[in-house]
């Protein structure tokens, strides 16, 4: 009896070592397949995606360029003499532009989309701050007043187009 059992011990822990064995080897070949699937799929979509992403920094860029309180105030003239109207045209304008391209921000990291939204309002934060002053009383001084301000310091959206350069720079 004691043979016997002696035998089945010598025949089995053999086989269940090398069954052990051939089963992790099989699940390691199994990860690493998941693995490079995976892998592959990954660097497909990256390859269709990225001139997506590209193009939404291109147009974000765009848009911060359009809302640069130097360009704004060239390309968006006032209707009327009046100071109000001409101030509600161009942050219409403005958030016009932005609601434009408001679909891109799924291609943006979430700081970058934040420091973009930020540079819109400081522009027109900046806009409505220079129209409050009681020595503006035309569309045309508001637009002088706005220069004025502008050439002290940088425009608003240059920290968004920063932001984009940088994040564009570490995608290659």
């Known amino acids: 009896m004691e043979q016997q059992l002696l035998n089945l ?3 089995t822990i053999p086989s269940i070592v090398t069954g052990s064995i051939a089963y992790l080897f099989f699940r390691e070949h199994m990860q690493n397949e998941e693995e490079r699937r995976k892998f592959t799929i990954v660097k497909q ?3 269709e995606s990225l001139p997506m992403r590209l193009q939404a920094y291109e147009r974000l860029a765009l848009f911060l360029e359009r809302i640069s309180p130097n360009k704004l105030l060239l390309r968006v ?3 009327s003499a009046d100071k109000q109207s001409y101030e509600d045209l161009l942050i219409k304008s403005i958030e016009q532009e932005f609601e434009h391209n408001l679909a891109q921000q799924i291609y ?3 700081s970058c989309w934040n420091v973009i939204n930020a540079s819109k309002s400081a522009t027109v934060q900046l806009i409505r701050k220079v129209g409050m002053s009681d020595k503006i009383d035309s ?3 508001l637009r002088e007043a706005i220069l004025n301000e502008m050439l002290d310091k940088p ?3 240059n920290a968004g187009l920063h932001y984009i350069k940088q994040e564009v720079g570490e995608i290659w």
């Open 9 to 11: 011990l010598m025949y």
């Open 45 to 47: 979509l990256s390859k």
């Open 77 to 79: 003239s006032p209707l």
């Open 108 to 110: 943006l990291s979430d």
């Open 139 to 141: 569309a045309n001084k």
């Open 155 to 157: 425009a608003p959206s």
